[in-house]
């Protein structure tokens, strides 16, 4: 059953996740609190992945699939309005990782799939990230994504010997993206462990 065009991910689903944040103890070293902030990260790539689909299977356009993916982009990256400032640096560092995602899919609805490998990309990014050229280590991370949507897997340990800083950000939202691409089922909202 195909998605209706606008309800990939809505606003109101974006708000629910931010209350949770605001209404909750958030410890970051905590597992539940980092269960959630993953599940706020995956439940966008999920939504992102099913337009990927739709795109693969013809159900949508590129036109219209690029225009459902600008409508999550602006409803996820735009400003929060939590007060805490730690749960809004929290949500931020949500929101950095997700930047990837959507340029990854983007590229691969416009270019198709890089060349390459996911590893060699992400290593060109770090290097980019070295030599603070923020700009294309986000491009080489984004065509790590394209590769990871079509089905290349992102190699944990080079994840893990990431220095710090957006190359590692953007490569956790890709992690969520390739969960996303190969098991695209909807993290509940009220999914209470």
Known sequence: MSTPPGEYY?????????DR?????????????????LNLQDDTAI???????????DILEEEAALEELADIREV?????????????MLVDGVQTSLVCVFYAAEEYMIGGVADGSVGEYIQAASDAESEEDL????????????????????????AEELEFGLVAEWVNGL??????MSDPEVVEEDDEN
């Open 135 to 158: 700009d294309t280590a986000l491009g080489y991370c984004a065509q790590a994504g394209t590769r990871i949507i079509d089905g290349e897997e992102l190699d944990r340990s080079v």
């Open 175 to 180: 992690d969520s993206l390739q969960t996303a």
């Open 21 to 37: 944040i605001a209404d909750e103890e958030i410890d970051p070293e905590d597992e539940d609190s980092a269960r959630l902030l």
């Open 47 to 57: 939504a992102v992945a099913k337009i990927i689909t739709d795109f693969e299977d």
């Open 76 to 88: 996820v990256l735009s400003e929060t309005d939590i007060e805490d400032e730690e749960k809004r």
């Open 10 to 18: 809505t606003d109101e689903r974006w708000q629910n996740w931010l």
